[in-house]
């Protein structure tokens, strides 16, 4: 069985290249919070990665370990799924409260077993009704109403012609040869992107072949992509 406050700030390791990923920074669940989704890591670069419950080898004292460093991946975008709650206040569905998150514990599989709250008190995590970003709602005895039947009725919006605006239609900057590439593009160590395979192919701005599809990436490569700012449709397109 895992805390969730034990696995904050623990080293990941790669266990084939003999590596150190990155420190795990945040966790995310699943939007019915009964399971460990996700674990956001930032490296010693300061890059932003990511590394899915599912690829974790295992969860130790002081690190956690996975077979080899394809086990995470460059943080792209916002995650899909939602930032662990500890530190949200808990009420019941009839509106008592009942304290705050204090910890979350999983078994070895990252299931939602329960929760522990400020005043020692734990809840089993078949009680949750629904959560979001600050709260906790549980259902208690005297309830039985699902809380899905809650759901509001989503309406298409019927626009009427004054709330129709046209767009202004803009001259078009001419591109050069070499744009500049925006610094948040770039990553100063993409090394664990080594070896993966690429699926496309990825050009540059002047139509130029940075990597072929069903072709690896090489330092020489990745080196191009990166200086282009490639990254993020290489990241998309990966095996």
């Not at 975008?77 to 939602?82: C, D, H, I, T, W």
């Not at 959560?131 to 809380?147: A, L, P």
């Not at 130029?208 to 191009?224: D, F, H, R, Y």
């Amino acid at each position: 069985m895992y805390s969730c406050k034990d696995l904050f700030s623990l080293n990941v390791l790669s266990l084939y290249e003999g590596e150190l990923l990155g420190v795990v920074e945040r966790l995310y669940f699943d939007k019915k919070l009964k399971k460990l989704s996700e674990i956001e890591l930032i490296n010693e670069n300061d890059a932003r990665l990511n590394l899915n419950s599912k690829n974790i080898y295992h969860v130790g004292k002081n690190a956690i370990t996975v077979k080899n460093n394809q086990a995470v991946s460059l943080k792209v975008e916002e995650s899909l799924f939602a930032l662990c709650p500890i530190g949200a206040k808990a009420y019941t569905i009839t509106g008592e409260y009942l304290g705050v998150v204090d910890d979350i514990c999983l078994d070895d599989k990252f299931n939602v077993l329960k929760l522990t709250l400020d005043n020692n008190s734990t809840l089993d995590s078949s009680t949750i009704a629904s959560f979001g970003k600050n709260t906790i709602i549980f259902y208690d005895k005297s309830t039985n109403v699902d809380v899905k039947k809650f759901s509001p009725h989503k309406t298409p919006k019927i626009y009427k012609s004054e709330d129709v605006q046209i767009a202004k239609i803009l001259p078009v900057e001419p591109q050069t040869n070499t744009p500049a590439v925006p610094v948040e593009t770039q990553l100063q160590n993409a090394d664990f992107l080594l070896g993966r395979i690429c699926l496309k192919d990825i050009y540059n701005f002047n139509n130029e072949l940075l990597i072929k599809a069903k072709g690896t990436v090489t330092k020489k490569n990745l080196k191009e992509i990166n200086r282009f700012g490639k990254l993020r449709e290489l990241m998309l397109y990966l095996k």
